[in-house]
Nanobody, 125 residues
Framework: QVQLMESGGGSVQAGGSLRLSCAVSGISGNSYSTNCMGWFRQAPGKEREWVAS??????SYADSVKGRVTISQDNAKITLYLQMNSLKPEDTAMYYC?????????????????WGQGTQVTVSS
């Protein structure tokens, strides 16, 4: 059974940093070439949007976070991370970890097979 569990969210002031974690279990292969992993976020009243992903062809970032955010996976491929720096109030959202059954990444949330429950990030000005 595939399970994704996010943690690390919280409340910070603008300019601060947070590192989100996603504990991954139940995915066979568990490597970039086998499973694309991504982060999405959803602010109140808005649609869920892609933030970053890592897979067979490397990592990619949304323009809104590029240069401030880094996606990574630990050597044992058990935990996915999202390091967020220089946070802005507009980064406030519920952040979700997601995984695909293949290594190719997409920005379309409908392409992702597995989802975590989310972790809340709140950035105050």
């Amino acid at each position: 059974q595939v399970q994704l569990m996010e943690s690390g969210g919280g409340s910070v002031q603008a300019g601060g940093s947070l590192r989100l974690s996603c504990a991954v279990s139940g995915i066979s292969g568990n490597s970039y070439s086998t499973n694309c992993m991504g982060w999405f976020r959803q602010a109140p009243g808005k649609e869920r949007e892609w933030v970053a992903s890592i897979g067979r062809y490397g990592h990619s970032y949304a323009d809104s976070v590029k240069g401030r955010v880094t996606i990574s996976q630990d050597n044992a491929k058990i935990t996915l991370y999202l390091q967020m720096n220089s946070l802005k109030p507009e980064d406030t959202a519920m952040y979700y970890c997601a995984a695909r059954s293949t290594g190719t990444c997409y920005i379309d949330m409908g392409r992702y097979n597995y989802w975590g429950q989310g972790t809340q990030v709140t950035v105050s000005s």
